[in-house]
């Protein structure tokens, strides 16, 4: 893909610093299921941990494309990083920024570019998933305060973050306009974290169950209006589907590098194997769907970055780069044979951390329905 020269050398830059310094820890992570702390500190310095944000409010002042293009670098190397990141700046960023006041903007995003606190975003709970609108955790009013209990599962950065977006119920019926959002503090009474995720892939991410029992959140820290969440949430994972969209591009292009290199230097039938067709073939294929995946995701961000609609685009590109990155990583390891069932290659890392992707911030079920409901509503298909 050909990008412009200002986004070429950000990329170009952003390679180089992430194979030095997040890449060497991959591996490590992978094994031993260790949160990377290390290269948390390494991103807040270089401002990757609020890189949409704009200036005034301590972040790089960055479009959607820097960000597509930093999440696909750091997930070329390094999935568990990637996905850290990704939350950070989606899910807990991303909802502050466009429905927060100007005295929760002052308050939080400071504190959540400069990477002096995490973020984490607490929508999914064990009966809601895809139907997330089926929310249980409720918040009532008490005055100044919500008091909120529930918990919610499977949230990424759970257990290490300082800042929370989450949903709640604030009215009993179930339809949209019942859900509202709250920043809640992790240092709020009653608020605790529960179970800590053992996953097949991106095990140094953090995965966790967080528990609110009476948790006193000041009205202030409401998102917007009462009743706003539902559709707050459903924009968060509009944008957040992009970044996982350039999540799934960069697993994918580490295993068709990965798959390149070993093609050229394994030798059988005294030759190397990339002289054979079915591997070339392989390798064509590969390469030709993560361009178009490539090119899906910036288009996405490039409608986002314009104030364009960009909901169908998103959701298309998720849903195809996270099955370009299931069946390219799986190339991969068939590439590479024995070695890419071995651990000692990182083709099978690869597969595993991709598959996330075609689950996280909406299944490739949801992401189908979401595309043919904007088909329904469009005049001109194109
Ligand atoms: N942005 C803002 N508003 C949106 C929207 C969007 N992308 N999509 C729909 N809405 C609005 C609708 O216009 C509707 O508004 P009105 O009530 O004013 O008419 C409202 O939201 C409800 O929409 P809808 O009726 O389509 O909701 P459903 O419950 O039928 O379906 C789906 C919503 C299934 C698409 C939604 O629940 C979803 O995306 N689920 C997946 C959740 C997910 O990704 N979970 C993983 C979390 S990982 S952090």
New binding site residues.
């Given amino acids: 893909m050909i990008l412009e020269p200002e986004l070429k050398k950000f990329q170009e830059e952003i390679r180089s610093w992430v194979e030095a310094e997040i890449a060497p820890q991959a591996k490590e992570l992978d094994e031993i299921g260790k949160f990377p702390f290390d290269n948390v500190k390494k991103l807040a310095q270089r401002g990757l941990l609020g890189v949409v944000v704009p200036q005034e409010y301590g972040g790089l002042g960055k479009t959607s494309r820097h960000f597509a293009i930093v999440i696909e670098e750091l997930a070329r190397v390094c999935g568990s990083t990637c996905l850290t990141v990704a ?1 950070h700046n989606s ?1 807990a960023i991303g909802p502050i920024l466009k429905f927060g006041n100007e005295t929760q903007k002052k308050k939080y995003l400071p504190d959540l570019a400069s990477g002096r606190k995490i973020g984490a ?1 607490g ?2 709970e064990s009966e809601a ?5 089926g929310t249980k955790t409720f918040a009532s009013l008490n005055g100044n305060y919500y008091s909120i209990n529930g918990s919610k599962c ?3 950065n759970g257990s290490v973050a300082d800042t929370y977006v989450i949903t709640a119920r604030t009215k009993k019926e179930k ?3 019942s859900i509202s959002s709250f920043i809640v503090e992790r240092d709020s009474k009653g608020f605790s974290v529960g179970k800590t995720e053992k996953k097949m892939g991106l095990k140094g991410s953090d995965t966790a169950t967080i528990i609110f029992e009476e948790v006193k959140v000041p009205k202030e820290n409401l998102l917007g209006q009462e009743g706003e969440g ?6 968060t ?2 944008s ?1 589907r992009i970044g996982i969209g350039a999540m799934a591009v960069g697993l994918a292009q580490a295993a068709l590098e990965e798959s390149l290199k070993f093609a050229k230097t394994r030798e059988q039938f005294d030759q190397p194997i990339a002289n054979f067709q079915a591997i070339q073939w392989k390798l064509a294929d590969m390469a030709t769907q993560i361009e178009a995946a490539r090119l899906m995701v910036h288009r996405s961000a490039y409608l986002k970055d314009q104030g364009k609609d960009f ?1 169908k685009q998103a959701s298309m590109a998720k849903l195809f780069a996270s099955e370009v990155g299931r069946m390219v990583t799986y190339q991969a390891i068939q590439i590479l044979g024995g070695y890419g069932f071995m651990s000692e290659y990182p083709v099978e890392r690869f597969y595993r951390d991709v598959k996330l992707t075609e ?5 490739s079920e ?1 992401q189908r ?2 595309i043919f ?1 904007q088909l329904l509503k469009e005049k001109n298909l194109i």
């Avoid at 689950?359 to 299944?363: F, K, R, S, V, W």
């Fill in positions: 939350a899910l975003f929508l999914t998933g895809s139907d997330a609108g499977f949230t990424t339809d949209s306009k539902f559709k707050q949430f459903l924009a994972l509009d957040g909901i689950i996280g911030e909406g299944t949801i329905l979401v409901r």
